[in-house]
């Protein structure tokens, strides 16, 4: 193949400054500094720059537009949502095939005809306008719905009368991560609410203080009660759930994103009452599942790390009564629902789902058959219903509904779902691979039945490696579009991540966060010492955290990748806590203020450990120009620093994506943009040209 490696030109340049800072008796050199001004005319124009080389260099590639119209063809089926329950209404997310974004709609239960709601296309000619949550008042007469526009975090929430499709005047600004919990009259409902940031800092800002507060139908939002503070000084997430029987709201606080929770009750029959701290300290995880009576439900590491599901008393509730329902079991509890009176629990075995269904008192009636080896991310239904609601998929099936019968133990589709491809062409194998200190680390590799495995392969590496995250077998259209072309998939499930535990996270996090980066570079090692790939033709790729591991890993060793994709990565591990909500993530990452966590963050971290006149592999850095939850400067700063210290002529871009977020709420196309960019360019680096039928 001619390849357009060799044809590269220069990128543009960017302007260096003398900035230093001194941390802990440490110069720390940040010459593009200037370049967190994400707004400034010199940045913006600096971007441009960068997006017309990137674009020029891509449509050089040969077969561009057939790798494009593969990608458009295998994304050619319908999506549905997570249903949720009310009355004798199921309200859900549907998206055609054609559409670029999921409508919000609703169906009688048991019923196909579906009735529309909302429909986020109409408020944005270029789609960059998306559903991002909704929850239906209990008889379903109202839906509160959240709208984000170009992929923000935050959110403008609104309520809809279903009977008439029209929109009340109540409107509720600057929301990020929340849930809207009704009370049962539907007068209005608990939220989660954030101080305004500044104007001039929207998608910049650090995360401002957090509150629950409830919304009266018909109020203005600056009259909703704040029943819940989060003290100032802590950074956090905090949501309140009403019980099924509309006595007590019961609130879940989160320091950061450790997955460590303080549960506190409020008496909602009690109009002068405080919340009760049930559970005062941040010590292990506690999911509240559902209540009877008295008695709250709970899902929780503590004393188990696997999980285990117990029973707190709200009369007696000191922990040395509290009572086991379900114990800790071969299966890492990923999710939970109390529905119709049993216990259906989703649980890794072996980085794999199985789903486990218990009565009330914790016993083992059956497992939900699944379709295949694969994930089921997400459990749900009503107390008081008799379905549930199962998210399937694996590597070769997009998600699908499962609708489980409690009283009949019969499984079903929820919505029927016709696909473009075949999905039994496609063959999964969990393997072992021995990382540096002898930990034994599973991967899945994933490929085309037809595919030849020879150091030739071209093979892409995936991989994630925190905040408690596990990397099971699910769907991912760009990992499906890579197999379909021919290329060998590899996904680790390397330590920091859920696969095993609260242990096997921990040994992922702040100090031990090296850990993951050695996990992540033995099994490119494994992948090419068994003959599988080679060097020339091994591809990494990571999104977020998985961004960073991609920079740590390329700057660690990068004489063993073909070519590099982080994307939306965190790659300035010395200023990662100053922008957005990057400060939860020291609960993970350890803060660089802390004297003892500082060399270890230095060690790594991807912008800092590029070195001068390093030969790196071809590299395409990807970020979007909305990214309020991961700030876009990482990746320009990153971008520019490569390019200047890049030996040879292997390529360094900066892709970067306009009106976009993060990666939620992306319109179709710009989805399936990204997908066809990131494997046109890894397959011109590897040389390989993609087998397209």
Excluded at 430 to 459: A, C, H, N, W
Aim: glycine residues 8%; contains cysteine; negative net charge.
């Amino acid at each position: 193949m001619n390849s357009p490696m060799s044809r590269s030109s220069r990128p543009p340049r960017a302007r260096t400054s003398d900035h230093m800072d001194t941390l802990h008796g440490h110069e720390i050199s940040d010459p593009y500094r200037w370049m967190e001004d994400v707004d400034s005319k010199e940045t913006t124009a600096w971007v441009r720059a960068q997006q017309r080389h990137t674009e020029a260099f891509l449509a050089n590639v040969p077969f561009g537009n057939r790798v494009r119209q593969r990608v458009e063809a295998l994304s050619a089926y319908k999506s549905v949502g997570m249903p949720i329950e009310v009355g004798e209404r199921v309200f859900f997310t549907h998206q055609r095939e054609d559409a670029r974004q999921p409508s919000l709609v609703w169906a009688k239960i048991g019923e196909d005809e579906v009735h529309p709601l909302v429909h986020p296309e109409a408020f944005a000619s270029d789609g960059a306008v998306s559903v991002t949550g909704f929850s239906p008042s209990p008889s379903g007469r109202y839906v509160a719905y959240g709208l984000s526009e170009a992929g923000s975090d935050w959110q403008t929430w609104f309520i809809l009368n279903t009977e008439t499709r029209e929109r009340l005047a109540d409107e509720l600004h600057w929301i990020r991560f929340t849930i809207a919990s009704w009370l049962d009259d539907e007068s209005g409902f608990f939220y989660s609410g954030s101080e305004p940031p500044p104007q001039d800092a929207i998608y910049k800002a650090p995360v401002t203080r957090r509150s629950i507060r409830f919304h009266r139908l018909g109020d203005d939002q600056q009259d909703d009660r704040v029943v819940y503070e989060l003290p100032e000084s802590m950074q956090g997430l905090a949501f309140g759930r009403v019980t099924s029987d509309d006595r007590y709201l019961v609130i879940t606080t989160q320091r950061g994103t450790y997955r460590q929770h303080r549960i506190s009750v409020l008496d909602l029959q009690s109009p002068e009452a405080e919340p009760i701290d049930i559970i005062p300290t941040f010590e292990s995880m506690f999911v509240f599942l559902g209540s009877r009576a008295d008695h709250l439900f709970l899902w929780t590491n503590d004393d188990a790390p696997y999980g285990r599901i117990i029973d707190i008393d709200l009369r007696s509730p000191d922990r040395g009564t509290w009572r086991e329902i379900i114990g800790e079991s071969d299966g890492v509890i990923t999710d939970a629902a109390y529905v119709g009176g049993r216990f259906i629990v989703s649980a890794l075995v072996n980085a794999e789902s199985v789903v486990r269904v218990f009565d009330g008192a914790g016993a083992h009636v059956q497992d939900v058959p699944l379709p295949g080896c694969g994930t089921v991310a997400v459990v749900d239904g009503r107390a008081d219903g008799a379905n549930t609601y199962l998210w399937y998929s694996d590597v070769a099936r997009p998600p699908v509904i499962l609708r489980y019968d409690v009283t009949s133990g019969k499984t079903t589709p929820f919505r029927s779902q016709d696909l473009p491809y075949d999905p039994e062409t496609y063959v999964t194998e969990r393997v072992l691979y021995t990382s540096g200190d002898g930990t034994e680390i599973p991967m899945f590799l994933s490929r085309k039945r037809s595919t030849q495995i020879t150091p030739e392969t071209p093979t892409c590496l995936y991989g994630y490696g925190g905040f408690n995250i596990a990397q099971s077998p699910s769907f991912r259209l760009d990992h499906l579009a890579w197999m379909d072309m021919g290329g060998q998939l590899a996904v680790a499930c390397i330590r920091g991540g859920g696969e095993f535990g609260k242990a096997w996270h921990q040994a992922g996090a702040r100090e031990h966060r090296p850990t993951v980066f050695a996990d992540f570079i033995a099994a490119a090692e494994w992948l090419i010492e068994s003959g599988r790939t080679s060097t020339p033709k091994l591809v990494i790729h990571g999104r977020s955290n998985g961004g960073l591991l991609v920079g740590a890993c390329m700057t660690k060793r990068p004489d063993l990748y073909g070519a590099c994709l982080p994307a939306v990565g965190v790659l300035d591990m010395l200023r990662f806590h100053k922008f957005t909500v990057g400060a939860f993530w020291v609960s993970d990452y350890g803060s660089p203020d802390d004297v003892d966590m500082f060399p270890v963050l230095l060690s790594y971290s991807p912008l800092h450990n590029i070195k001068a006149g390093t030969a790196y592999p071809p590299t395409m850095v990807s970020t979007a120009d909305h990214d309020d939850r991961v700030f876009p400067a990482h990746s320009f700063k990153f971008a520019a620093t490569l390019q200047a210290a890049q030996k040879g002529d292997n390529p360094v871009l900066l892709r970067v994506e306009t009106r976009a977020g993060h990666g939620m709420g992306k319109p179709k196309d710009k989805r399936l943009d990204e997908i066809a960019d990131n494997w046109i360019f890894a397959f011109a680096a590897l040389g390989v040209e993609p087998q397209i039928s």
